[in-house]
């Protein structure tokens, strides 16, 4: 005070515009960093969300066309023909046997060719003998067709007819496998396979690998997901059955992940066999990862679309293993995986059906909902993650699309850092302005110094009256616009703090409001005596019917609204509201005698809305409400994102009634008694509670 005193007229209203003028900067400063960021968070979140929607919408449609493919070509003439072909060709060779070099020839193939290959993709080693054919037509189609085909493996197809095969088969062969390739190249499949329905004897392959002849119920690969599925089709009755499989680690393609589409081949009423076609996983690759392009897609340095399947793996390409495999390895050892994984990982060069991929968000995916959030990643990193599921037939997946939290907020920092730089550089522009100003001020002080008291004192709207022309007028002018400045962003602020104090209003009962304003943050009451409804719609699921997800939440807050509203003629108090849940109370704010029969009304009231949206959206919603009363203890729970809550018995008992049944209004004895005769109710059971005493409780009519 005493220093200030000392300081010279100039140097105090120095002082004076640099502390309004610095804080007007703040304030401005701090609302347009705020709404910026707000801003750039929706558009990364509203990008992810978007790129996650484009995937599962073309995974989908990929889906189908392959449903639609395999049908097709499983009804087509040549593909019922063929299979009837090989399948008598096939079983003629059950007579063949092969000479002693031709056993060693092909004993040596899979002792030198396929186990050790198998074994780079292994974290064990293959036993021979469990891969080495058994039976004389196996035996006799793998020699001709693998072991003395002199292509390399995974390229044998090549081979029309195997010189030294003259059977039947061997014709059959020559002449169908160039129209199978010719299917196979055009629709983009990496496989074609014909299984005999009666035997699951494999008679047929594109490919030529060492599934070829095998039986799947007994042989080496008979405890595949794909052996799996065409035994369940064996008993197929419909002609556009379709099964997917899966992707899985499959030997026959030297444990790579592999996936299959089957569906049956009928001649007439006759079931012939099985049509199963290799999945090109390759486009589903492409397709996730925008053709290996992620940057092109906006996904920045870090941002990723995979699938997940309900073995919680991956089952499609990780953007790291593919950028830099050696970072993705040390990240995954780093973030606690499995050593083996990891080294399986580094094995097969995928992290396809191997890495883990875990958190909220998958479990949330795979229970059909989708949103975004902050979860860790498969790399330890903090991740935005959009999560969805993708469904057809027998496959369940969740398609997620991520991006690291670093990244997302980039942007972010950077507004940070640009306001900070533009806030200090209007502050040295308003220092310098404040210098230059406060050396000619030489006169009207008095009037000046007056408004400044004003000002100082916090009345807003403060104008001086300076008449001159001269550098004192331009101040006053300066001042003036100065106030008007202050006074707006004071009203600004004033209009905040309301919204802020109706939006409280909205979270928390009045008493709760009083109770944070005066200092009690947890804002904790007991209530003797209150009335409590516990409410659940059910048939969530038809609120969707024929709209997308903006639309359905578009009804769900619509049929929010129309409960709000009868709830605050009702004299009730609505607590929460999550999803299909609703908690409503009355009695904790006004202390009403009648609140028991205000809250049963108010549940009348809700089965009226909801037989009402019903008629006018078309929808099969309804609802299970348990009403109690009596004693509980209400409070804030949370700090910045708070919500209240009611706890108690009393709660709990509502809540009770509310997953007793389906649908309809339970009310206790304690709610009974105060409704008198005004309703009419029946018994509907007891309600049995751990540890406490069995309550009886009555249905309501509505």
Sequence with gaps: MFGLNRLSIQSKMILLLLAVSLGSIAVMAFIGYESARAALSRSVEDHLQGVRVAKTTTLKAMLENLRDDVISISDSRIVIDGMRAFRGGYRELGQQRLTESQASALKQFYAEDFVPKLAKHLDAEPVLEQYLPTRPAEAYLQYHYIAANPAEYEKKQALLQA?????????????????????VELFGFEDLMLVDADTLDVVYTYEKASE??????????????????IKAMRGARDRDDFRMVDFEAYRPNLGRPMGFALSPIFDGAELLGILVLQVPIEEFNRVLTGDFNWQAEGMGKTGESFVVAPDRTMRSRSRFMYEDPPALLAALNGAGVAAKTVNQIARQGSAMNVLPVTGETVDLAFKGRSGIGVVTGYRGEPVLSAYGPVELESLHWAVMTQMDKAEAEAPIRELARQV???????????????????????RPLRVLADGARRLGAGETGVKVNVPSRDEFGQLAGVFNDMSANIKTQTERLESQRQENQELLLNLLPATAVAQRQAGDGAAQSQFKDVSVLCATVVNMETLATGLDDTAALARLSELVSAFDEAAERCGVERIKADGGAYLAACGLSVNLPDHARRVVNFALEMTRIVARFNREQHVGLALAIGINTGPLVGGVIGRRKFRYELWGETVNVALALANQHPEGIRITAGVRERLGDENAFTAAGRLERPSKATLEFWQLSA
Excluded: M, W
């Excluded at 010189?163 to 010719?182: C, E, I, N, Q, V």
């Excluded at 039986?215 to 799996?228: D, I, M, S, V, W």
């Design 420 to 442: 900070v730089i533009a806030s200090c550089a209007g502050a040295l522009l308003v220092s310098l302005l404040a210098l230059l100003s406060a050396q000619v001020l030489t």
């Design 212 to 229: 070829f002849g095998t039986n799947l119920e007994t042989g080496p690969y008979a405890n595949t997901q794909l052996a799996a599925r």
């Design 163 to 183: 010189p030294g095969d003259h059977s039947r088969y061997g014709d059959t062969h020559a002449r169908l496998h160039k129209p199978f390739s010719r299917a």
